[in-house]
């Protein structure tokens, strides 16, 4: 992981807030129990392959959307109640979003990853194995978030450069490739 002092002050303090988190995590739920609960889902759906294709797999030339599940932000607050989150998967994907990224940082967004496990069982009631992937945006930085990701239902994880070592970094995507999960990776300038 980055140094504290080579962030921007708003990721500094979400960082430190998902150490303390995790740490919590680890206790309520050990990873042995992650890995069974992600042993018993089916396959990742492909957040690529969703991005790529158009109607029936084939490569198309459309503009693809991920549409994003945020309940508030630290900079614009609460955005949304819990009943109209709860239906956005089903409205975005109705809409013909090609995946739906579902923010679960629960101290400065307000996301759970409750919500990823919701929008996965929606998506599936009404889609099947056509359901669009779902993208765990949040932010990740230890082996253990992502077998949660892959635990809860995420097809696709958020990367975010600027809270990782190339070495982490690199420890990350090779674990969600074993898992299935593709990888989103977030640069914020040419440097990253």
Do not use: N
Request: net charge neutral; hydrophobic share 45%; glycine share 8%.
């Amino acid at each position: 992981m980055r140094q504290p002092d080579e962030m921007p002050d708003i990721l500094r303090r979400i960082v430190t807030t998902k150490r303390e988190e995790l740490e919590r995590q680890r206790q309520m739920i050990p990873l042995g129990e992650l890995k069974e609960r992600a042993a018993r889902l089916p396959a990742a759906r492909s957040l690529a392959g969703a991005l790529r294709a158009g109607p029936a797999g084939v490569p198309s030339p459309r503009i693809r959307v991920i549409a994003e599940v945020k309940a508030a932000s630290p900079s614009a607050g609460r955005l949304m109640d819990g009943d109209r989150r709860a239906g956005l998967p089903l409205l975005y994907a109705e809409s013909g979003a090609a995946a739906i990224s579902v923010l679960t940082e629960k101290a400065h967004f307000q996301g759970d990853l409750r919500h990823l496990t919701e929008a996965r069982e929606t998506l599936h009631s009404r889609f099947g194995d056509g359901a669009p992937p779902l993208l765990r945006k949040d932010f990740l930085f230890d082996a253990y978030q992502v077998w949660e990701s892959k635990a809860y239902g995420a097809d696709a994880i958020l990367l975010i450069i600027a809270i990782l070592s190339r070495e982490r970094l690199a420890g990350l995507l090779s674990l969600a490739g074993d898992l299935g999960l593709d990888c989103l990776v977030e640069a914020h300038d040419e440097g990253e």
